[in-house]
């Protein structure tokens, strides 16, 4: 064993390919390194970028930053909507927030629990409020108390635009109140309380189009129902 060993290490074979195997194992670490200072993810992490500030960046945006809000898919006066797809839903929302609107306040609601019940949990009581204002003080003071906080859960939902981020967008106002994210919400809220009080059946008609555009009627969600036929009866015969 031990000839051996010493034949081996006196074999100039051997040496030669012990040195071109260290060769490969340099030039391989040499690739390596040179593939880790070009790519840029594995500069900044995987998949990661940095900024000044050592914040990580994912898709140019800042980790943990809130996301830009989104706009309304139509203003609150376009009543007919817009021409697309979903024109004559528009027409059909406008109809019902003139003529019923407790029909396209449940509606809304439907489409944004739906749960069961929901249309009609929400659709008599706002018939019933709409009736008492109607007839003891000449217009639908009432129903409008109830029904703005629909407003506020689609906003939250879909992380749309407030009146005072538009308002602040447009004309520099309002931004002391965009400051604190609390009293931002509150003013948000106070907002849609006043749109729906004084534009009522304009602000029911927006919500509309808007969950129209963006979530399916419950009723489409429904599972097909497999039903399973049993195999007719079976003889067995033999065979002649």
């Known amino acids: 064993m031990a000839n051996n060993n010493n034949l081996e290490e006196s074999s100039p074979l051997l040496s030669k390919q012990v040195g071109v195997e260290e060769d490969e194992k340099k030039n391989l670490n040499v690739n390596n390194s040179t593939d880790m200072a070009a790519s840029p993810e594995a500069r900044t992490g995987a998949g990661f970028g940095w900024t000044a500030n050592g914040l990580p960046l994912i898709h140019g945006s800042v980790v943990g930053e809130p996301m830009g809000r989104s706009q309304w898919d139509s203003s609150l006066l376009a009543c007919l909507g817009r021409n697309d797809e979903f024109c004559s839903s528009d027409v059909e929302v406008c109809l019902l927030g003139s003529v019923a609107p407790c029909v396209l306040y ?100 927006q919500e509309g189009r808007e969950l129209r555009r963006r979530l399916p009627h419950p009723g489409f969600n429904a599972q097909p129902l497999l039903v399973m036929i049993p195999p007719g009866e079976q003889t067995m015969g033999r065979g002649d």
């Open 106 to 205: 449940g509606s809304n609601v439907e489409r944004l629990g739906s749960a069961p019940g929901t249309f009609a949990n929400h659709c008599l009581p706002y018939s019933g409020l709409y009736l008492i204002g109607n007839s003891f003080f000449g217009w639908n003071c009432l129903a409008p108390w109830f029904s703005y906080s629909t407003r506020t859960a689609i906003r939250r939902k879909f992380n749309l635009e407030g009146t005072c981020e538009a308002l602040n967008r447009s004309g520099g106002c309002c931004g002391s109140c965009l400051e604190d994210e609390v009293q931002c919400e509150q003013c948000e809220s106070t907002c849609d309380f006043a749109t729906h009080v004084f534009c009522h059946a304009c602000a029911l008609c």
